[in-house]
């Protein structure tokens, strides 16, 4: 057989395998967008600061991995993180997630890729949730160098947003008819509650934790209202008002629960909204 013979066969074998080229690199097409890098947020608290910093920058996408209703220290976590976890940029981490960061690594999280934020109290209180932003902006500067500078000013001018933010609030709710009114309060809430000049009288615990001696302290504490946190469970707090007629604000230390709005203001505002509905109910004797 002459080499002129053997010709088609080597050209299609060549076709078959520019063919295989194009079918299994797609990502090496000229002009094809690169896909946007993965920041992992453990709550919907640090994605909130994530959004901040990063200010909706389309090449990041922000992914939650606690729903805001629930726990951050009791949670399961959802199905199809895993994927998110492998190509993460940056795990965005509550201190007090320890166990949930071993769980994450064991996901394929990379190992540099975590970003562990102190927590500096009731992330609630702008000033604490500014702090949040700023140890987030260290972590994430890091690891989006290109970005550094952009999330750098944008931390600063959260800075100066939230400082804005607790002044008013300060002034508003020194003006509320229930500044200074004495509340049983769930541990979770108690910061908060005092940062908006309500007088805690007693401090519940999780329901689970609620010991017989605990409930009686909580019953017989000298309370206007009781304050409960949406994560926790209301159980202990919907007890304490039901036996002593009082209203109950139910507080939530996340955004993004229902009816709690989307952004950090947004939920503090929510939460002060429900300590008006629950004074007003108080004022009109129905609890």
Known sequence: MTPRSRAPGGFLAAAALAAAAVVYTPACRPGEATPPAVVVATTSMLAEAARELLAGDPG???????????????????????????????????????????????????????????????????????????????????????????????????????????????????????????????????????????????????????APQDLSAALAAPADLVVANLQEGTQAADTVARERRLPVAVFSNFPGAPGYGATHEDLVRANLRRLDEAWSARASGSP
């Open 60 to 210: 990041v996408r922000i992914v939650t991995v606690i729903p805001p209703g629930g726990c951050p220290g009791h949670f399961d976590l959802p199905p199809g993180v895993a994927s998110d976890l492998r190509g993460a940029r940056a795990v965005l981490c509550h201190d007090y997630q320890s166990t949930l960061q071993d769980r994450l690594a064991a996901l394929g999280a990379p190992p540099g890729a975590l970003v562990t934020a102190a927590t500096p109290g009731s992330l609630l209180i702008p000033e604490h949730f500014a702090a949040l932003i700023r140890l987030s902006a260290e972590g994430l500067a890091a690891r989006f160098p290109d970005r550094a500078a952009r999330i750098g000013a944008n931390a600063r001018a959260a800075a100066a947003r939230l400082a804005a933010l607790a002044e008013g609030l300060r002034k508003e709710t020194a003006a509320r008819p229930w500044a200074g009114a004495r509340a049983v309060v769930s541990r979770h809430q108690q910061a908060f509650a005092r940062w908006l000049g309500l007088s805690v009288t007693h401090t519940l615990q999780r329901p689970e934790d609620v």
